[in-house]
């Protein structure tokens, strides 16, 4: 062998060393996120409280860990959307317990707990720690506090806190930034808040709902808040190529408590008796149906946007088999009617448009109601508002109606509808009645139940009418009889 191609393998080597050791001592620099967790780390731009609230395993601690690490060293990466820190921070890590908080929240930060050669194998690097870590009292080879270089020069502060310690633990000091990994008290919670509010902080949890509707999760499917957002992530979150195959996925279910299975697997609170629809997402679900039989009817529904998201549902009925099929759904919030409109075209231009009630009340911007300004922008709305054929308007016979055909069969949604399944897991009442909150789906969905009678057979698409290509058949016939 030459000295030169010795020489070659040498530095091949050095180089490959060197990104064993960047990988292993620099995992933030290699995390990419999820689709859903990167929804969540956005939106911590524009929202002081977030709540990841997951099935097990789908990766909910390494990103609030992976969030922590961003905001203590102050090394954003490219794709970073979220909130940013331009100066060094005060922070606390939170979990359950002391050995817990040890053994989840520190590990996922900072690397094995005892092991000196493993300090930065988390998602801090090696680099980037001041001196050694402060250690914890009573708890083996627990951390108290850690210091963490800063992009701008100075030293960002972090402290591993547990609920076992009390309330009395959880005053004192302003922070910039809170993390609770797993579910902690509304008191603890509320005393957490109280340490960001002088500071422009924000406070971020990730955990399983398996102690169910308790008041910290009540407070995001109950009370809304321009400051709180809650994004749920599933199993079926996780994509083909991620960390978890179909095959464990499946395995993970079979294992769990039928109890918990939701919990744990679709990150659902245990509603009980307080849970609208019944139906399991099994059940329900159907592969997206790839093509239309033309003789379906179609029908878009819509919740109208006013004061939260607007929601359009794309709905086909088999009438032969009375099964309606929710087929698109289109949910979206600080949009104008015109960019609604332009996306429902593009899925069903020629398709008829069944609104609620309150779509008729003149809009307190233009005075023109919305109705009208979405027919303005091409959309073949209904001559009047969705009602049952007897003229009525009732919420409740809808949601009965919805109910009876889902336990039946005969109302199906695509697997492929995240965000209409993410309503549907927590659609529910409180003290009797129904929360007006992330239901934008499910209310465009119950409009078009209640006036499917006026459904045509459309074809879907971007141009309203039959696509150029189609042959021409016998006027007042909806579909080729001799189509094979």
Same mark, same amino acid.
């Given at each position: 062998?030459?000295?030169?191609? *010795?020489?070659?393998?040498?530095?091949?080597?050095?180089?490959?060393?060197?990104?064993?050791?960047?990988?292993?001592?620099?995992?933030?620099?290699?995390?990419?996120?999820?689709?859903?967790?990167?929804?969540?780390?956005?939106?911590?731009?524009?929202?002081?409280?977030?709540?990841?609230?997951?099935?097990?395993?789908?990766?909910?601690?390494?990103?609030?860990?992976?969030?922590?690490?961003?905001?203590?060293?102050?090394?954003?990466?490219?794709?970073?959307?979220?909130?940013?820190?331009?100066?060094?921070?005060?922070?606390?890590?939170?979990? &359950?317990?002391?050995?817990?908080?040890?053994?989840?929240?520190?590990?996922?930060?900072?690397?094995?707990?005892?092991?000196?050669?493993?300090?930065?194998?988390?998602?801090?690097?090696?680099?980037?720690?001041? #001196?050694?870590?402060?250690?914890?009292?009573?708890?083996?080879?627990?951390?108290?506090?850690?210091?963490?270089?800063?992009?701008?020069?100075?030293?960002?502060?972090?402290?591993?806190?547990?609920?076992?310690?009390?309330?009395?633990?959880?005053?004192?000091?302003?922070?910039?930034?809170?993390?609770?990994?797993?579910?902690?008290?509304?008191?603890?919670?509320?005393? %957490?808040?109280?340490?960001?509010?002088?500071?422009?902080?924000?406070?971020?949890?990730?955990?399983?709902?398996?102690?169910?509707?308790?008041?910290?999760?009540?407070?995001?499917?109950?009370?809304?808040?321009?400051?709180?957002?809650?994004?749920?992530?599933?199993?079926?979150?996780?994509?083909?190529?991620?960390?978890?195959?179909?095959?464990?996925?499946?395995?993970?279910?079979?294992?769990?408590?039928?109890?918990?299975?939701?919990?744990?697997?679709?990150?659902?609170?245990?509603?009980?008796? %307080?849970?609208?629809?019944?139906?399991?997402?099994?059940?329900?679900?159907?592969?997206?149906?790839?093509?239309?039989?033309?003789?379906?009817? *179609?029908?878009?529904?819509?919740?109208? %946007?006013?004061?939260?998201?607007?929601?359009?549902?794309?709905?086909?009925?088999?009438?032969?088999?009375?099964?309606?099929?929710?087929?698109?759904?289109?949910?979206?919030?600080?949009?104008?009617?015109?960019?609604?409109?332009?996306?429902?075209?593009?899925?069903?231009?020629?398709?008829?448009?069944?609104?609620?009630?309150?779509?008729?009340?003149?809009?307190?911007?233009?005075?023109?109601?919305?109705?009208?300004?979405?027919?303005?922008? %091409?959309?073949?709305?209904?001559?009047?508002?969705?009602?049952?054929? #007897?003229?009525?308007?009732?919420? &409740?016979?809808?949601?009965?109606?919805?109910?009876?055909?889902?336990?039946?069969?005969?109302?199906?949604?695509?697997?492929?509808?995240?965000?209409?399944?993410?309503?549907?897991?927590?659609?529910?009442?409180?003290?009797?009645?129904?929360?007006?909150?992330?239901?934008?789906?499910?209310?465009?969905?119950?409009?078009?139940?209640?006036?499917?009678?006026?459904?045509?057979?459309?074809?879907?698409?971007?141009?309203?009418?039959?696509?150029?290509?189609?042959?021409?058949?016998?006027?007042?016939?909806?579909?080729?009889?001799?189509?094979?």
């Amino acid at each position: 062998m030459s000295a030169a191609t *010795k020489a070659d393998l040498c530095d091949t080597l050095e180089l490959l060393e060197t990104l064993v050791e960047r990988k292993t001592f620099g995992r933030m620099h290699y995390f990419v996120p999820y689709e859903k967790q990167a929804k969540f780390l956005a939106l911590g731009a524009v929202k002081r409280e977030r709540l990841l609230m997951a099935a097990n395993r789908v990766g909910k601690t390494e990103t609030g860990a992976f969030e922590a690490a961003c905001h203590l060293t102050g090394n954003y990466p490219q794709h970073w959307r979220g909130k940013r820190f331009d100066h060094p921070i005060k922070m606390w890590v939170c979990g &359950e317990t002391s050995i817990v908080t040890r053994d989840v929240c520190q590990t996922k930060l900072c690397g094995e707990p005892g092991v000196e050669g493993l300090l930065g194998t988390g998602m801090i690097p090696r680099e980037a720690f001041v #001196d050694r870590p402060s250690l914890a009292r009573g708890i083996t080879d627990a951390y108290d506090t850690i210091h963490v270089k800063h992009a701008t020069g100075g030293v960002s502060v972090a402290r591993f806190k547990s609920y076992e310690q009390g309330r009395t633990k959880f005053q004192g000091e302003g922070l910039d930034a809170i993390w609770f990994d797993e579910e902690p008290s509304l008191e603890l919670y509320s005393e %957490g808040l109280t340490r960001i509010g002088d500071r422009n902080g924000i406070a971020w949890m990730t955990f399983t709902p398996l102690n169910g509707p308790t008041a910290v999760v009540l407070r995001y499917v109950d009370e809304p808040s321009p400051d709180r957002i809650m994004i749920s992530m599933t199993l079926d979150d996780v994509p083909p190529d991620g960390h978890l195959s179909a095959a464990t996925k499946k395995e993970m279910e079979a294992s769990y408590l039928p109890h918990q299975r939701e919990a744990r697997t679709k990150g659902i609170p245990m509603l009980g008796s %307080g849970r609208i629809f019944t139906a399991t997402e099994e059940s329900i679900c159907e592969p997206a149906i790839e093509h239309v039989p033309a003789y379906w009817g *179609k029908l878009w529904g819509i919740d109208p %946007g006013i004061s939260h998201p607007f929601g359009a549902v794309l709905m086909l009925w088999d009438r032969d088999n009375d099964c309606l099929h929710v087929h698109h759904a289109y949910r979206v919030s600080d949009a104008l009617p015109i960019q609604h409109a332009y996306a429902m075209k593009q899925v069903g231009a020629g398709v008829p448009v069944a609104y609620p009630k309150d779509a008729t009340d003149r809009d307190m911007g233009s005075g023109v109601p919305l109705a009208a300004q979405y027919k303005r922008h %091409g959309l073949m709305m209904l001559p009047d508002f969705a009602k049952w054929p #007897d003229g009525s308007v009732s919420t &409740e016979a809808g949601i009965l109606e919805m109910q009876e055909r889902l336990l039946s069969g005969r109302l199906k949604v695509a697997r492929h509808l995240s965000e209409w399944l993410e309503e549907y897991r927590m659609y529910h009442r409180k003290d009797g009645q129904i929360v007006k909150m992330r239901d934008d789906l499910m209310s465009a969905t119950r409009v078009a139940v209640m006036a499917r009678r006026f459904a045509r057979n459309v074809p879907l698409g971007a141009v309203a009418g039959r696509p150029v290509n189609e042959q021409k058949i016998a006027d007042g016939v909806d579909f080729d009889l001799f189509a094979t």
